[in-house]
């Protein structure tokens, strides 16, 4: 009951501060504009973006945090009072002008779209110190073409364009708009450009419309000058071949010439092709080694353009970190550092070497019960495909060819563990923002030792358990392929991404059973490789994310994430390995719970691990957050998420098996790395008995929340 008093008493402070206290005499707070449509309906969202002045951003619910610690402030700017004004957000002084200039904003760009002689008025509604307003838009006439009438060159350029002339994207039948012809320019304009035309822009262009008639004409110009010069500079469109190449680099940052020259598409004496120039500006850019790639070009005669590549430094060597933590109601305290080492030019070529290093302790404050988990790593990357020529990839992007070694070792109140890993494959990029990772060869080596007495009777009670913590080979392939709209580290506009990745293991070990070594099992025969046991199995998963930006400035989000991943052990397995079974739990899934401590299923914790280590063979998870600005660099964030992992053939799938939680997060965003504190409490917990799964809010203190720390958005 004090808790709650308390809440109220914060909640009625943050509110209670007038928002018009600082405002000068006379004047007014701008709360909000709406949009009305009479005539044709457009959704408010195409004109709402073209209103000069906005209220205060970050509101919820009609109530902006930053405004009310803005107001905390008495205005002298002193002090604390200062300090209030930095971290909030000063009122918006509604600009009466502001409302015709809107008006006449809104008007313009709806002619830009086509609607000509739309009307558009402004209405305020004064209350107090508040204005707020309305925009009541009436959309004009709209002009179907009927006829277009093409005026080009006739000429080696009037032979390419009508070579084009398929891909116009102005038709019979379209409404007559500026944004649709400013298209068609661009998109033409780069077309020629790719075909020899140097120079050759949208401004080359010429549209006129006779809309006196009911029978729309448009009239399709080309012309050897462009808009604003005088007709009489008029002069052939010519096609240019590719004079000079020279690249310059700096001393400082030494670089395989003969690379160089490999990554480089621009050739003399080819047709000026203004892909191919920005497909050698990405290759360079993407080796990551320069600080600035630029190109520039210059024509040397009426026929001839020269090109130069100027490319600066960057530092060739750094770090980065990574840190989560998080905790429970029942004490149990989770750490994990991640340093990593790289050099970005290790051979003069653009290769990459990173040497990880992580860590991960997990204890009990006051009591015997730890694991620590180790690990090192050292990975090359290398910018080309081994064995295959780089002249012969035609690409954007220059494929990776990578070589990873790792360490990790685990120990466990119940084992210690040995893992050592070998990957070779490759990465890159398809398309834009669509990426691959293939992996020909994946092998681990897991050794197991120092198992504690009652956790070896547990393993020879399970075959399950028995078959994943036991000396074991995995060597299969694997593939992963990732797409995103917004590649960015934090990104700020709506975007989408799926991640699909696919791992088979053993099948081609399992062609050599006839000459393998092979022991019994307590479900059959099982091959070994070098005296190991080796895994055989299938493992798919895949991850949708979808987020959604609103309000003023893009400010606020909501964010959906699905997870689904299935695992199938069969021919010389029982079970797949533990790193590659799926978990719940943690600072970026099922946040009321730490990681590895939900499920399989309604199964309770299992009591052979005394640090949580429950797995399943079958995850389905579903997340959705909302996003909002607080003030300064703070954010706010409510999440809800389902989900749990399974045991197919042990754990049935049910709905009362399917975990769910809520919480609130606070991240300050500064714009390069996001830093993130969730707090989780369920709502449905499954391993509770029948009839007493639903959490009362309550428990949430005692056992049934959890707290994460962790950098990024966990979706």
């Known amino acids: 009951m004090k808790r709650i008093a308390l809440a109220v008493i914060l909640l009625f402070a943050v509110t209670s501060c007038s928002t018009t206290k600082l405002l000068p005499e006379g004047t007014y707070r701008l709360v909000s504009n709406k949009i009305a449509f009479e005539g044709e309906k457009l959704p408010p969202a195409e004109v709402a973006s073209y209103i000069r002045q906005q209220p205060n951003k970050g509101q919820v619910f009609g109530w902006s945090p930053a405004l009310s610690i803005y107001n905390w402030s008495n205005g002298s700017g002193k002090g604390i009072n200062k300090f209030w004004e930095a971290m909030g957000d000063e009122p918006v002084v509604f600009d009466p002008t502001s409302v015709r200039s809107s008006c006449d904003n809104i008007a313009a760009h709806l002619a830009s779209i086509g609607y000509y002689g739309s009307k558009v008025r402004g209405e305020v509604d004064y209350k107090g110190r508040l204005a707020r307003v309305k925009y009541i838009v009436e959309p004009g006439k709209r002009y179907p073409i009927d006829t277009i009438i093409f005026d080009v060159p006739n000429s080696d350029f009037g032979a390419a364009f009508k070579a084009d002339s398929a891909n116009i994207s102005i038709h019979v039948g379209d409404y007559l708009s500026e944004k649709a012809l400013e298209a068609e320019t661009v998109r033409g304009a780069a077309v020629f450009r790719n075909r020899g035309y140097y120079g050759f822009n949208k401004n080359h262009y010429f549209f006129e419309a006779d809309t006196l008639t009911d029978r729309t004409k448009l009239y399709y110009r080309i012309r050897g000058y462009t808009r604003g010069e005088d007709p009489s500079f008029d002069a052939p469109i010519r096609r240019f071949r590719i004079g000079e190449v020279n690249i310059m680099h700096p001393e400082g940052i030494p670089f395989s010439e003969s690379l160089?020259?490999?990554?480089?598409?621009?050739?003399?004496?080819?047709?000026?092709?203004?892909?191919?120039?920005?497909?050698?500006?990405?290759?360079?850019?993407?080796?990551?080694?320069?600080?600035?790639?630029?190109i520039e070009t210059s024509p040397a005669d009426s026929n001839t353009v020269d090109v130069n590549i100027i490319l600066?430094?960057?530092?060739?060597?750094?770090?980065?970190?990574?840190?989560?933590?998080?905790?429970?109601?029942?004490?149990?305290?989770?750490?994990?550092?991640?340093?990593?080492?790289?050099?970005?030019?290790?051979?003069?070529?653009?290769?990459?070497?990173?040497?990880?290093?992580?860590?991960?302790?997990?204890?009990?404050?006051?009591?015997?019960?730890?694991?620590?988990?180790?690990?090192?790593?050292?990975?090359?990357?290398?910018?080309?495909?081994?064995?295959?020529?780089?002249?012969?990839?035609r690409g954007d992007n220059i494929p990776r060819t990578e070589?990873?070694?790792?360490?990790?070792?685990?120990?466990?109140?119940?084992?210690?563990?040995?893992?050592?890993?070998?990957?070779?494959?490759?990465?890159?990029?398809?398309?834009?923002?669509?990426?691959?990772?293939?992996?020909?060869?994946?092998?681990?080596?897991?050794?197991?030792?120092?198992?504690?007495?009652?956790?070896?009777?547990?393993?020879?009670?399970?075959?399950?358990?028995?078959?994943?913590?036991?000396?074991?080979?995995?060597?299969?392939?694997?593939?992963?392929?990732?797409?995103?709209?917004?590649?960015?580290?934090?990104?700020?506009?709506?975007?989408?991404?799926?991640?699909?990745?696919?791992?088979?293991?053993?099948?081609?070990?399992?062609?050599?059973?006839?000459?393998?070594?092979?022991?019994?099992?307590?479900?059959?025969?099982?091959?070994?490789?070098?005296?190991?046991?080796?895994?055989?199995?299938?493992?798919?998963?895949?991850?949708?994310?979808?987020?959604?930006?609103?309000?003023?400035?893009?400010?606020?989000?909501?964010?959906?994430?699905?997870?689904?991943?299935?695992?199938?052990?069969?021919?010389?397995?029982?079970?797949?390995?533990?790193?590659?079974?799926?978990?719940?739990?943690?600072?970026?899934?099922?946040?009321?719970?730490?990681?590895?401590?939900?499920?399989?299923?309604?199964?309770?914790?299992?009591?052979?691990?005394?640090?949580?280590?429950?797995?399943?063979?079958?995850?389905?998870?579903?997340?959705?957050?909302?996003?909002?600005?607080?003030?300064?660099?703070?954010?706010?964030?409510?999440?809800?998420?389902?989900?749990?992992?399974w045991e197919m053939g042990t754990t049935p799938v049910t709905w009362s098996s399917v975990a769910a939680d809520w919480g609130v997060g606070l991240r300050v965003n500064l714009d390069f790395i996001l830093i993130r504190l969730d707090a989780g409490f369920r709502i449905h917990d499954p391993a509770r008995a029948e009839g007493d799964r639903w959490v009362q809010p309550r428990d949430w203190l005692h056992g049934s929340s959890a707290i994460h720390f962790g950098v990024g958005y966990p979706f």
């Open 312 to 393: 600066s430094g960057t530092e060739q060597l750094g770090f980065k970190a990574n840190l989560e933590a998080s905790t429970n109601a029942s004490g149990l305290l989770g750490f994990s550092p991640q340093l990593n080492f790289f050099h970005k030019n290790l051979f003069h070529g653009g290769e990459w070497l990173d040497l990880g290093f992580t860590g991960n302790w997990q204890w009990i404050p006051n009591s015997t019960v730890s694991s620590t988990e180790l690990g090192v790593s050292a990975q090359l990357s290398v910018p080309r495909l081994l064995g295959y020529p780089i002249a012969r990839i």
């Open 403 to 645: 070589f990873k070694v790792s360490f990790n070792y685990q120990n466990r109140p119940e084992y210690v563990r040995l893992l050592s890993s070998f990957n070779f494959g490759y990465s890159g990029q398809m398309r834009r923002n669509y990426f691959y990772q293939i992996y020909p060869l994946r092998l681990n080596v897991v050794k197991i030792s120092n198992i504690a007495p009652e956790f070896m009777s547990t393993l020879y009670s399970y075959p399950y358990l028995r078959d994943t913590f036991e000396d074991q080979v995995d060597a299969g392939v694997g593939l992963m392929l990732y797409h995103t709209t917004d590649p960015a580290v934090v990104p700020k506009t709506s975007y989408h991404s799926e991640r699909i990745s696919l791992d088979l293991s053993g099948n081609l070990l399992s062609l050599l059973n006839p000459v393998l070594p092979a022991y019994d099992h307590p479900v059959g025969k099982m091959h070994t490789l070098f005296g190991l046991p080796y895994k055989q199995y299938i493992r798919a998963e895949a991850n949708l994310a979808r987020v959604f930006r609103f309000g003023w400035n893009d400010g606020m989000a909501v964010a959906m994430h699905l997870v689904g991943g299935v695992g199938y052990a069969y021919g010389n397995s029982v079970a797949m390995p533990f790193e590659k079974q799926f978990y719940c739990g943690g600072a970026n899934s099922m946040r009321g719970w730490q990681a590895r401590t939900l499920g399989p299923g309604n199964d309770v914790m299992n009591d052979a691990f005394r640090i949580p280590s429950q797995t399943g063979n079958l995850k389905l998870e579903a997340d959705l957050e909302y996003r909002f600005p607080a003030f300064w660099k703070l954010e706010g964030a409510l999440f809800a998420e389902a989900g749990n992992v």
């Open 260 to 294: 160089l020259r490999k990554y480089n598409r621009i050739r003399p004496g080819s047709p000026y092709n203004e892909r191919v120039i920005n497909s050698t500006y990405n290759r360079l850019s993407s080796l990551k080694v320069f600080n600035n790639v630029t």
